[in-house]
């Protein structure tokens, strides 16, 4: 029986080639779009799951409140782990991991920039599963001052020779053996180290709990849960931490969270992991599923359309004995058969469109996708097409009475022509949705781009200056580039607006009452060229002096936010005290300025509160240049700097585009959501085609008829346009509301955002109406233009 549903299936689709081919390319356009949808969402979800023990690990988040003002951050103080392990027994095992951001390495004497260099403990191989090429996982970072590097650092570094046993200088200084080579990183993990340090002797301040500097992961027994963790920690807080918090009003919290949510579920500053969002993984998901239910619709509303076409085959299959099941059975027989179809297209072109995915999206999906849960899926996918698309067609079908229809009584129903309606309407409501969604998100990523920051970033270059004996040579290096004619300014500081490299720290300060109270504040350190040079206006006071002495050791600056957060009325003289060790003892300081306030990293974070310290000794030069002849001046800039630091490379990048990158990954995101948002048009565009081809055949009579009494083919054109075009109108009433709503939710995230302007959504409704007439125009043209006499006559 399968098999003579199978035989009829495959034949009705040949005898139909224009519904089928249209039924095809809207399944195959949604299964393919929903697979690719399906391995993004996969991938994200797998992060960290190569490491056999993920379950059991956990990081240390820190939750603190100084005063008002809280902050959450997925650090804690250093001693936490060796604490719980050795004193309280509670945990296994544990490894701290600090990223160390960009260094310089040395190699003979070539120098690297390099980014992904972390410092860790020899704990680091027992806890993660990070494969080790060479060397030994128990003693490659157990005594000081060594090195693991990846396979691609040491091809790099060593390209001629083996990397184990060699020496580097890491900011050009301090001298690392190589003992060990891992593997790269693999892509889908939170922690993607080129390079590991072994902590080996204590930095400074390592050994104090009021300095919160390691990320710390925890590794908890097989029957050990983090609610049970938690309570020991709170005694450990109070036994060592509280004393501490408690002379400055402040306390904190200590909170677990599983490794596997530390890509998609974290929202911390100061996270140097590779965060993901869980939010966008629902998005997705949703988008994944319309477009599937989209591609039924559409075979849906086709189905039923030519149901007057199909009535005398139902007859005469009645007629002939068949049973309503079996007539069921037959149509969604035939719809499974063009998911099978679609789904053999769609598995050749997800293949073919993985790696162009992937450079869309960044990521590492694999072409050999196919797998046992791949495959269950896929089945599913197939029963849920041929199921939802076939349902209502073969149910509908099936109650055709026979001796009406032989009779030549027409089947059709109200019920299912507003089903029809019903059907459009929800299609374009959800590809409305996306679209004007799309926009939206469009918008935003503009508005971000474009806005005032309160700082000129225009023809301005960052340069690191690594190590100590460098930044020494950093007035020579100043004097020097600013005999160049091509360049207007030269400054430094610890704390460049897009880098991030501003730090946060308890701080003594005056209120509005003349009280000395604690608070935790933003503050960066800079020279008395930092601002001129970033064209940032001084509001109030003065800039640091270099003939004032003192102004290093006494004197701070502050933006407005500060004045308002503190009630200044006058915020000239007010003091700070900062505290310089773990006994409390403070370095005060006076305000002598008030800059505007400036955005220091992205926008999606309010300006805060900064204080701002003088030193001479940054780690980031800043460089403003003229904008005439920017290539040559640029060929200088790297001569001058070649001929003071004479023992680096010179690297430089342009603090616009610093800014620019911390919007990438959402950039991206919005990509994949266009592009997807387009094939939802599409597929509800090619339905539309279909309904409008059928609309047409019908209408044959009546259209030559009013062409015989005198209709033009404008009218006749808008007849068979208005019916759709009201539909779409319909949807919009349906959709922008929902996205309206939605996207207001999702611009709340942001801490400067637009408003969700009506010309989004006017754009929207034009595109779609635009491209939906384009659709209809085809079918509406050619039974416009047709010969009336040729249709009056057929039967």
Not at 664 to 693: N, W, Y
């Amino acid at each position: 029986m399968l098999r003579n549903y199978i035989t009829i299936a495959i034949r009705n689709i040949q005898n139909s080639p224009v519904y089928s081919t249209i039924n095809v390319i809207g399944l195959t356009i949604g299964i393919v779009s929903s697979l690719l949808l399906y391995l993004y969402v996969d991938f994200e979800k797998s992060y960290d799951s190569f490491h056999s023990n993920m379950e059991n690990i956990y990081r240390v988040t820190t939750k603190a409140n100084v005063q008002d003002t809280e902050f959450h951050v997925p650090l804690a103080p250093s001693l936490v782990g060796s604490t719980l392990k050795n004193e309280y027994g509670i945990i296994e095992n544990f490894v701290r991991v600090t990223s160390r951001g960009e260094m310089l390495i040395a190699v003979d004497e070539n120098y690297f920039y390099e980014n992904d260099i972390m410092q860790t403990d020899s704990s680091f191989f027992e806890v993660f599963d990070f494969e080790l090429l060479e060397g030994n996982k128990a003693s490659c970072l157990s005594e000081p001052n060594t090195m693991v590097i990846s396979k691609t650092l040491a091809e790099k570094w060593f390209p001629n020779v083996s990397a184990i046993g060699q020496s580097v200088k890491t900011d050009g200084e301090d001298t690392k053996i190589i003992t060990a080579i891992m593997a790269d990183p693999k892509i889908n993990s939170s922690i993607r180290a080129h390079g590991l340090m072994s902590y080996g002797t204590n930095t400074p301040g390592q050994d104090s709990w009021g300095n919160m500097n390691d990320q710390i992961y925890l590794v908890l027994s097989e029957d050990s849960e983090a609610s049970e963790i938690l309570p020991i920690m709170g005694q450990m807080y109070d036994k060592y931490m509280a004393p501490i918090y408690d002379q400055f009003g402040a306390s904190a919290e200590f909170f677990l969270q599983p490794l596997a949510e530390v890509h998609l579920y974290s929202n911390f500053d100061m996270d140097f992991g590779a965060e993901g969002d869980i939010s966008y993984l629902y998005i997705f998901s949703a988008i994944g599923f319309f477009m599937l239910l989209i591609a039924c619709i559409n075979y849906m509303n086709l189905a039923t359309a030519r149901s007057v076409s199909r009535s005398k085959e139902v007859g005469i299959r009645k007629a002939m004995g068949s049973y309503k099941t079996q007539l069921m059975s037959q149509f969604v027989t035939e719809s499974i058969v063009i998911a099978f179809i679609s789904l053999g297209i769609s598995l050749i072109l997800t293949f073919f469109l993985i790696p162009h995915f992937n450079e869309l999206t960044n990521l590492s999906i694999d072409q050999n996708f196919i797998n046992l849960k791949m495959l269950m899926i896929l089945f599913a996918v197939v029963l849920f097409v041929g199921l939802v698309g076939g349902s209502y067609p073969a149910f509908y079908l099936s109650r055709f009475k026979a001796a009406e229809v032989l009779k030549g009584k027409s089947q059709k129903s109200k019920g299912n022509e507003s089903l029809r309606k019903v059907l459009v309407v929800a299609q374009f409501a959800i590809s409305l949705g996306m679209v004007v969604s799309t926009w939206i998100v469009f918008d935003q990523l503009e508005f971000l781009r474009t806005k005032e920051l309160g700082f000129n970033r225009e023809q301005v270059i960052t340069v690191a200056l690594e190590g100590e004996k460098v930044r020494e040579k950093l007035d020579v290096l100043s004097q020097k580039l600013l005999q160049n004619p091509n360049v207007e300014s030269v400054g430094s500081g610890f704390g460049v607006p897009g880098t991030n490299t501003m730090s946060m720290s308890g701080i003594r300060v005056e209120s509005a009452d003349g009280l000395m109270i604690e608070k935790i504040f933003q503050n960066i350190t800079v020279d008395n060229q930092y601002f001129s040079t970033l064209e940032i206006p001084i509001v109030e006071g003065r800039n640091f002096l270099p003939e004032i002495g003192n102004d290093t050791a006494s004197s701070v600056m502050v933006n407005e936010e500060m004045v308002r957060e503190m009630g200044w009325v006058n915020p000239i003289g007010k003091k700070f005290a900062r505290f310089i060790n773990d006994d409390l003892e403070t370095q005060e300081f006076t305000v002598v300025g008030v800059v505007r306030d400036y955005h220091l990293i992205s926008l999606q974070e309010p300006i805060a509160p900064l204080v701002v310290y003088n030193d001479i000794n940054n780690g980031q030069m800043i460089v403003r240049l003229k904008a005439d002849k920017l290539s040559s001046t640029m060929m200088e800039v790297e001569e001058i700097f070649k001929s003071v630091v004479t023992n680096r490379p010179f690297e430089y990048a342009f603090l616009d585009q610093g800014f620019q990158q911390q919007y990438v990954a959402d950039e991206k995101r919005g990509e994949v959501f266009a592009i997807f948002s387009m094939l939802t048009i599409a597929i509800a565009c090619l339905g539309l085609f279909g309904l409008a081809s059928y609309t047409a055949e019908t209408k044959r009579k009546e259209i030559g008829i009013r062409k015989v009494v005198g209709a033009s083919v404008i009218t006749i054109i808008i007849m068979m346009s208005k019916d759709f075009l009201k539909l779409i109108i319909l949807s919009m009433i349906v959709a922008f509301p929902i996205a309206y709503y939605f996207m207001d939710q999702w611009l709340e995230d942001f801490a400067y955002a637009m408003e969700p302007s009506w010309t989004s959504f006017a754009l929207s409704a034009v595109f779609t109406l635009v491209i939906a007439f384009a659709t209809v125009l085809y079918h509406s043209l050619k039974s416009a233009v047709a010969n009336p006499s040729s249709a009056i006559r057929d039967n």
